[in-house]
């Protein structure tokens, strides 16, 4: 198999990362922390770290992952690495009080005891979990009030979503979050479980490969038209909607024109790190999925 393209493997990183749900596992070393609330965290992932802003406590960050691109605040904060390549030592030289980290990065964890530096650690499920995660990070760090503001208004606001496009036609769609640019070669699409496709859920759609669970499939040609979406939505990494020719990038469907979303003219493209960072930004990502799929339907819903 050909090795993935650069923005392809960024994407996929991204993804494991802090794409997909997220559910906390509080691992502080093996006891829960006794004393004062940490004041000096680093967060090796998008996601915390956009959890940690959103609950007021971003002033407690002192070293952010490589990945970490929001708020904007975070850019003046000293990098330290990703889930493939922890900066063990700048970590260290930081003297956090807290690290939150991901659940398989055994050997960080490692070093993290033999230097008695207490850590968080979680891993990826579904989108419920995102704010399960956000209570847990906040009654860790001493901000439980704060996180559960934040955790019931993105449940408020989802729910808000999720009746606006009740009764509308749920459009059988494929999610795509990775291919290889110019070609429909190396389709990544979401599978029937986790963030992206509880996203399509709550947007007012079915998934296309919502009986393969898993996080996500490798969809070829033939099974491209044997699932015969209604609908196509392709996901793009990054901020700036004006580096995307949308027309472009979605002409490469015209060599399916047997797929109903293709005939029907309903592709679309969405560019944003919402989609990929499974954070309080979930509530921007499932509007902007419900009203490409459901024009009109969000009107009623007041404007974040």
């Given at each position: 198999?050909?090795?993935?393209?650069?923005?392809?493997?960024?994407?996929?990183?991204?993804?494991?990362?802090?794409?997909?749900?997220?559910?906390?596992?509080?691992?502080?070393?093996?006891?829960?922390?006794?004393?004062?609330?940490?004041?000096?965290?680093?967060?090796?992932?998008?996601?915390?770290?956009?959890?940690?802003?959103?609950?007021g406590a971003g002033n407690?960050?002192?070293?952010?992952?490589?990945?970490?691109?929001?708020?904007?605040?975070?850019?003046?904060?000293?990098?330290?690495?990703?889930?493939?390549?922890?900066?063990?030592?700048?970590?260290?030289?930081?003297?956090?009080?807290?690290?939150?980290?991901?659940?398989?990065?055994?050997?960080?964890?490692?070093?993290?005891?033999?230097?008695?530096?207490?850590?968080?650690?979680?891993?990826?499920?579904?989108?419920?979990?995102?704010?399960?995660?956000?209570?847990?990070?906040?009654?860790?760090?001493?901000?439980?009030?704060?996180?559960?503001?934040?955790?019931?208004?993105?449940?408020?606001?989802?729910?808000?979503?999720?009746?606006?496009?009740?009764?509308?036609?749920?459009?059988?769609?494929?999610?795509?979050?990775?291919?290889?640019?110019?070609?429909?070669?190396?389709?990544?699409?979401?599978?029937?479980?986790?963030?992206?496709?509880?996203?399509?859920?709550?947007?007012?759609?079915?998934?296309?490969?919502?009986?393969?669970?898993?996080?996500?499939?490798?969809?070829?040609?033939?099974?491209?038209?044997?699932?015969?979406?209604?609908?196509?939505v392709e996901l793009r990494?990054?901020?700036?909607?004006?580096?995307?020719?949308?027309?472009?990038?979605?002409?490469?469907?015209?060599?399916?024109?047997?797929?109903?979303?293709?005939?029907?003219?309903?592709?679309?493209?969405?560019?944003?790190?919402?989609?990929?960072?499974?954070?309080?930004?979930?509530?921007?990502a499932a509007r902007r999925?419900?009203?490409?799929?459901?024009?009109?339907?969000?009107?009623?819903?007041?404007?974040?």
């Amino acid at each position: 198999m050909a090795a993935a393209p650069p923005r392809l493997k960024r994407i996929l990183q991204t993804l494991v990362v802090s794409t997909l749900a997220l559910v906390a596992m509080s691992l502080a070393g093996a006891a829960q922390p006794s004393g004062p609330p940490p004041a000096r965290i680093v967060s090796l992932i998008p996601a915390t770290t956009e959890m940690l802003f959103a609950m007021g406590a971003g002033n407690r960050l002192v070293g952010a992952g490589n990945y970490d691109r929001f708020p904007p605040e975070v850019d003046k904060l000293p990098r330290v690495g990703g889930l493939l390549d922890p900066d063990t030592e700048r970590i260290l030289a930081l003297r956090p009080d807290l690290v939150i980290l991901y659940a398989t990065q055994s050997d960080l964890r490692a070093r993290l005891d033999r230097a008695s530096v207490p850590y968080y650690s979680y891993e990826h499920r579904a989108m419920p979990d995102i704010m399960q995660t956000i209570r847990a990070i906040g009654a860790r760090i001493g901000a439980a009030e704060s996180a559960e503001r934040v955790a019931a208004g993105m449940e408020q606001s989802l729910a808000d979503i999720r009746r606006a496009v009740a009764g509308r036609p749920r459009l059988k769609t494929m999610l795509i979050f990775g291919r290889e640019p110019g070609t429909l070669r190396g389709v990544l699409a979401s599978g029937g479980y986790g963030f992206l496709s509880d996203l399509l859920d709550v947007a007012g759609s079915e998934n296309a490969f919502a009986d393969i669970k898993q996080q996500s499939v490798q969809a070829s040609t033939e099974m491209l038209l044997a699932r015969r979406p209604d609908a196509i939505v392709e996901l793009r990494y990054g901020d700036d909607r004006r580096a995307v020719n949308i027309d472009q990038e979605l002409s490469v469907w015209k060599t399916l024109p047997s797929i109903p979303a293709v005939r029907n003219h309903r592709l679309y493209l969405l560019v944003g790190d919402e989609f990929v960072v499974p954070g309080p930004r979930i509530v921007n990502a499932a509007r902007r999925l419900a009203e490409a799929l459901h024009p009109g339907a969000l009107a009623s819903l007041p404007r974040p």
